[in-house]
C-alpha cells in the first residue's frame, strides 16, 4: 500500500527525497598507548576525518558518521575516513560500513 505524503511531511520524516545516509565506523586502537597519544588521536579524528571533511560523528571506536547539514554523507565520505584510519600508526584494525540510512537503521538490515 503506498502512503501519498506531503513534501513537508517527507521532509520532516526524512524520508524519500530527503532520505539521509552515513555510514558506521569501528576501529581498534593499537595497546599500550599513553593517555596524551589517545588525546591526540581524538583531536585529530575528529578534527581532520571528520570535520575537515564536512561530517560530525557519535560514538566511540565503533560510531556513525554522517553529513554535517542536511543531506546525505557520500562514497568519497566513506573512503576518506577509511584512508585517514588506514593511514595511522595508532589504529590496528578499521572497518567502514556501507552507506545506510541514519534516521531509520533497522529499516537497513530488511533490504
Known amino acids: 500500500m503506498s502512503h501519498h505524503r506531503s513534501r513537508r511531511l517527507r521532509k520532516k ?3 524519500d ?5 552515513g555510514f558506521e565506523v569501528a576501529f581498534r586502537l593499537r595497546d ?3 593517555a596524551d597519544e589517545m588525546g591526540a588521536f581524538w583531536d585529530a579524528f575528529i578534527g581532520d576525518a571528520i570535520e575537515g571533511n564536512g561530517l560530525l560523528y ?3 571506536t ?3 558518521a554522517c553529513l554535517r547539514k542536511r543531506g546525505s554523507a557520500g562514497e568519497q565520505h ?3 575516513v577509511r584512508a585517514w ?3 595511522r600508526s595508532e589504529v590496528s584494525e578499521t572497518e567502514v560500513g556501507p552507506l545506510i540510512d541514519v534516521w531509520y537503521p533497522a529499516e537497513n ?3
Do not use: P, T, V
Not at 527525497?17 to 545516509?21: D, M
Open 13 to 15: 520524516l526524512h524520508i
Open 85 to 87: 584510519l588506514a593511514g
Open 32 to 34: 599500550g598507548l599513553s
Open 62 to 64: 565503533r560510531g556513525m
Open 78 to 80: 566513506r573512503e576518506a
Open 58 to 60: 557519535g560514538g566511540s
Open 109 to 111: 538490515d530488511q533490504a
Open 17 to 21: 527525497e530527503f532520505q539521509e545516509l
